[in-house]
Each structure stands twice: as structure tokens, then as C-alpha cells.
Nanobody
Framework: VQLQASGGGLVQAGESLRLSCSAS????????IGWFRQAPGKEREWVSY????????DYADSVMGRFTISEDVAENTVYLQMNSLKPEDTAVYYC???????????????????WGQGTLVTVSS
């Protein structure tokens, strides 16, 4: 199973991007979906989580109020809308899928079974 993350690019501070996470052999609606990012020289960090069983939407403090996770079930795609981007948001962004019956909070990498390849977001000042 492979997830595909896309939508990254180069933008200026204050602009927006929407990332997409899709899968060809996994129905994302039935899985907990998380977004993580890894900035140059830093460890990968959790950004957002969408729960499948209870509709939970959770965000890291650093993106709260600026990023929104959503889903198009018909397209089997989960989105991460990123507004008011800052240079510190520059990173490779990954989406991941977690078993909804075993996931706890969706904030830890080990909770996820399947990962996408990452898409690069660069925010210039």
C-alpha cells in the first residue's frame, strides 16, 4: 500500500497551498490520516490528524488556526489546506494512514502503518 502526497511548491510568506493525500489501494475514509513534516536538519514532526471513527480533527499548536484537514470521500483524498504560510513551515510534508482501531491520538509516527513519499513545501520570506 502506498499513499501519494502532492501539492507542494514554492510560495511566499502569507500565501496558501493545499496538499493532497490519495491512495490507489486503500480507502482513506476508513483509516486515521495524519500529516507530518520534516524541516531541513530537523526531526519529523506531527502536524495534523483526521480520525475516521469519530471525525476528530487535531492540529499541532504551530499550525492551529492556519491549517485545516478535510476530505473528499468520493475522490478518496484527504487534504491539508495551509493558509498564512510562514518560512518556518518549509518542510517535506508526509501523509500517513493508521488503523482506526489501534490508534490512540494520532500524534506519533509509530501509530501509522502506511506512508506517502512526501511533498516539498518551501515558503520564502
Amino acid at each position: 500500500v502506498q499513499l501519494q502526497a502532492s501539492g507542494g511548491g514554492l510560495v511566499q510568506a502569507g500565501e496558501s497551498l493545499r496538499l493532497s493525500c490519495s491512495a490507489s489501494t486503500l480507502t482513506l475514509e476508513g483509516w486515521g490520516i495524519g500529516w507530518f513534516r520534516q524541516a531541513p536538519g530537523k526531526e519529523r514532526e506531527w502536524v495534523s490528524y483526521r480520525g475516521s471513527r469519530d471525525g476528530t480533527r487535531d492540529y499541532a499548536d504551530s499550525v492551529m488556526g492556519r491549517f485545516t484537514i478535510s476530505e473528499d470521500v468520493a475522490e478518496n483524498t484527504v487534504y491539508l489546506q495551509m493558509n498564512s504560510l510562514k518560512p518556518e513551515d518549509t518542510a517535506v510534508y508526509y501523509c500517513a494512514a493508521a488503523n482506526p482501531w489501534t490508534i490512540v491520538r494520532g500524534r506519533e509516527e509509530h501509530e501509522y502503518e502506511y506512508w506517502g513519499q512526501g511533498t516539498l513545501v518551501t515558503v520564502s520570506s
